[in-house]
C-alpha cells in the first residue's frame, strides 16, 4: 500500500507538471534577481553564492507545502488515510519523500545550475549539491509537520513560513556554510556530518510528530 | 503529587489556586526585585573594564535565562496537555507564551542597549543574539497558531504539539548558531564557580529568583484570565461575575 501511495503522489505531479515545476522554476527566477540586484561581477556574487542558494532553495521549499495534505482534505483522501490500518508515521514518511521527490529533487539540480551562474567554481558545485541533498529533506519533514498542522486553515500559506523558517535556521547555516568552506579551502565534512545528523533526527521523529498534529488538525 | 496535579486539571480548583498563590509570588518578587536592584545598582562596585555599563546584567542575564526557562516549562506543560488529556495545562501554556516572549524581548533590547557603548553597535550577529531573535520568532509562532484555530482545543493541541518541535529545536539552533560564529562573551556563571565577585554576584542571582517569582505573579494573573475567558459558559463562572467574588 505504501508503494501504491507513493506512485500515486508521482503519478498526481505527473498529471499536473504545472503545479510540481512552480518551485524549481521560482528557486531559477529568484536566483536570477540577484547578479541583477547586486552585480554581475564574478568576484561579488561567488562568496555570496553559497547564501543565495540555500536562502532562495528554502524559499521555493514553502511554496508547494500545501500541496502536501490539501488536495486530500478537500476530497476526502485524507480521512481514508487515517482510517488505514497502515501507521500514519509511514504513511506520512512516504507523502513526504513523494514530495521531496516532485519539488526538492529539482531544486537540487537546480542549485547546480544556480551555483555555476553564480560563478562558483565547478569543483565545488559537487558539495552544493550534497549539501542541498542532505539540507532539503529536513525542509520538507518540517514543512509536511507545519502543513499537516495547519491542513484547516484558510490562513495555512501565511503562517506556514512563519513557523517553519526560525525552526529550520540550523540547516541554513550548515548547509551554506559547508560550501562556503569549501571554497576557502577547508574540509566541508564536518558541516555534511551536522546535516545528515539533524536529516536522521527529523526523519525519525516529524513523521511522528505530523501524524499526532493531523489527527489534531483534522478532528478541529 | 499526581494527585495534586490532576486537581488542577479542574478550572476551579486551578483558578482559585492562582488566586490564592499571585500575592505571594507578588510580594515576594518585589521584595527580591527591590533587593536585588539596590544590590547591583548601588552597593555593588563599577566593573573594572565596563564601569557601570555592566550593571545592565541585573536585567538582561535574567531576562535571557527567563526566556529560555519559560519556552522549557511550555514544553513541559504540553506534554502534560497532550498526554493526560489536561485542559487546563493547555491554558497554563497559552498563557506563559506571551510572557515568555517579552521577557526574549526585553533580553534582546538590554543586549542591544548594552552593546551600543560596548561594541559600538546595538546589533550584532552574534550567537547569542541571534539564537534569542529566532527564539522570539518561534515564541510568535507558537502565538499565531493557538490563536488561528477557530476551535480552542486544537489550537491549543496544534500549539501543543509546535512547543514541543520547538523544545527540541531550540538547543540546536543554539549550538549550530554557536559554531557559526561568537562574539558575545562566555558565559559567567559556570557550576563549578564563578569568575564574579561576590558583591556582584549576589545582586544577580537575587534578581534571577525575582524574574522567576515575577513570572509567577504574571502568570497566576494571565492563568485566571485565561481561565474565565475559557469557561466563559461554565456555571461557576457565571456564578462568580454575578456575585463579584466567588
Same mark, same amino acid.
Given at each position: 500500500m505504501l508503494r501504491e501511495l507513493l506512485r500515486r503522489e508521482l503519478l498526481i505531479a505527473w498529471r499536473r507538471p504545472g503545479e510540481a515545476m512552480t518551485p524549481v522554476v521560482f528557486f531559477l527566477v529568484t536566483s536570477m534577481l540577484f547578479p541583477l540586484g547586486l552585480s554581475p561581477d564574478a568576484s561579488m556574487l561567488r562568496p555570496l553564492a553559497p547564501g543565495i542558494i540555500w536562502v532562495v532553495a528554502f524559499l521555493a521549499g514553502m511554496l508547494g507545502l500545501q500541496r502536501l495534505f490539501r488536495a486530500d482534505y478537500e476530497d476526502g483522501t485524507l480521512e481514508q488515510l487515517l482510517l488505514s490500518p497502515r501507521p500514519l508515521t509511514l504513511i506520512i514518511l512516504v507523502k513526504a519523500m513523494?514530495?521531496?521527490? =516532485?519539488?526538492? /529533487?529539482?531544486v537540487v539540480i537546480g542549485g547546480a545550475v544556480v551555483a555555476a551562474m553564480l560563478f562558483v567554481p565547478a569543483r565545488y558545485i559537487v558539495t552544493v549539491v550534497i549539501g542541498l541533498l542532505l539540507g532539503t529533506p529536513v525542509l520538507t519533514l518540517l514543512g509536511t509537520m507545519v502543513a499537516a498542522l495547519t491542513v484547516s486553515l484558510r490562513q495555512a500559506s501565511v503562517l506556514g513560513p512563519v513557523l517553519i523558517l526560525p525552526l529550520v535556521t540550523p540547516v541554513l547555516i550548515f548547509g551554506a556554510h559547508s560550501t562556503t !568552506? &569549501?571554497?576557502?579551502?577547508?574540509?566541508? =565534512?564536518? &558541516?555534511?556530518?551536522?546535516? +545528515?545528523?539533524?536529516?536522521?533526527?527529523? &526523519?525519525? !521523529? /516529524?513523521? +511522528?510528530?505530523?501524524?499526532?498534529?493531523?489527527?489534531?488538525?483534522?478532528?478541529? | 503529587?499526581?494527585?495534586?496535579?490532576?486537581?488542577?486539571?479542574?478550572?476551579?480548583?486551578?483558578?482559585? $489556586?492562582?488566586?490564592?498563590?499571585?500575592?505571594?509570588?507578588?510580594?515576594?518578587? $518585589?521584595?527580591?526585585?527591590?533587593?536585588?536592584?539596590?544590590?547591583?545598582?548601588?552597593?555593588?562596585?563599577?566593573?573594572?573594564?565596563?564601569?557601570?555599563? $555592566?550593571?545592565?546584567?541585573?536585567?538582561?542575564?535574567?531576562?535571557?535565562?527567563?526566556? /529560555?526557562?519559560?519556552?522549557?516549562?511550555?514544553?513541559?506543560?504540553?506534554?502534560?496537555?497532550?498526554?493526560?488529556?489536561? #485542559?487546563?495545562?493547555?491554558?497554563?501554556?497559552?498563557? &506563559? +507564551?506571551?510572557?515568555?516572549?517579552?521577557?526574549?524581548?526585553?533580553? !534582546?533590547?538590554?543586549?542591544?542597549?548594552?552593546?551600543?557603548?560596548?561594541?559600538?553597535?546595538?546589533?550584532?550577529?552574534?550567537? #547569542? %543574539?541571534?539564537?534569542?531573535?529566532? %527564539?522570539?520568532?518561534?515564541?510568535?509562532?507558537?502565538?499565531?497558531?493557538?490563536n488561528a484555530f477557530p476551535d480552542q482545543r486544537t489550537g491549543d493541541r496544534a500549539g501543543a504539539i509546535l512547543a514541543l518541535v520547538g523544545a527540541v529545536d531550540i538547543p540546536i539552533v543554539h549550538y549550530s548558531v554557536q559554531w557559526w560564529t561568537t562574539l558575545h562573551q562566555g558565559a559567567t556563571l559556570k557550576l563549578s564557580g564563578s569568575s564574579m565577585a561576590t558583591s556582584? %554576584?549576589?545582586? !544577580?542571582?537575587?534578581?534571577?529568583?525575582?524574574? /522567576?517569582?515575577?513570572?509567577?505573579? %504574571?502568570?497566576?494573573? #494571565?492563568?485566571?484570565?485565561?481561565?474565565?475567558? #475559557?469557561?466563559r459558559r461554565a456555571t461557576w463562572v457565571m456564578r462568580l461575575a454575578e456575585n463579584g467574588d466567588s
Open positions: 513523494g514530495h521531496w521527490l =516532485v519539488t526538492g /529533487l529539482p !568552506l &569549501a571554497m576557502q579551502g577547508q574540509s566541508p =565534512v564536518q &558541516a555534511f556530518e551536522a546535516l +545528515a545528523a539533524m536529516l536522521i533526527l527529523s &526523519a525519525s !521523529l /516529524l513523521p +511522528a510528530a505530523s501524524a499526532v498534529a493531523l489527527r489534531i488538525s483534522h478532528e478541529g | 503529587m499526581f494527585t495534586w496535579l490532576h486537581k488542577m486539571g479542574s478550572p476551579p480548583v486551578l483558578y482559585r $489556586f492562582a488566586e490564592r498563590a499571585a500575592p505571594w509570588c507578588k510580594w515576594a518578587a $518585589f521584595v527580591l526585585l527591590a533587593a536585588g536592584l539596590v544590590g547591583g545598582l548601588v552597593l555593588s562596585p563599577p566593573d573594572y573594564q565596563q564601569g557601570d555599563g $555592566f550593571r545592565i546584567i541585573y536585567i538582561h542575564v535574567p531576562a535571557a535565562i527567563m526566556s /529560555l526557562l519559560v519556552f522549557g516549562y511550555m514544553a513541559v506543560a504540553s506534554a502534560t496537555g497532550l498526554i493526560w488529556r489536561l #485542559r487546563m495545562a493547555h491554558a497554563v501554556t497559552a498563557a &506563559a +507564551a506571551p510572557i515568555g516572549a517579552a521577557f526574549t524581548f526585553l533580553a !534582546l533590547v538590554t543586549g542591544s542597549l548594552w552593546g551600543k557603548p560596548m561594541w559600538g553597535t546595538y546589533w550584532v550577529w552574534d550567537a #547569542r %543574539l541571534t539564537s534569542e531573535l529566532i %527564539l522570539l520568532f518561534i515564541y510568535l509562532g507558537y502565538i499565531a497558531v493557538v556582584m %554576584l549576589w545582586p !544577580l542571582l537575587t534578581m534571577m529568583v525575582a524574574f /522567576l517569582l515575577y513570572f509567577c505573579w %504574571l502568570l497566576s494573573l #494571565r492563568v485566571r484570565t485565561e481561565i474565565l475567558h #475559557r469557561e
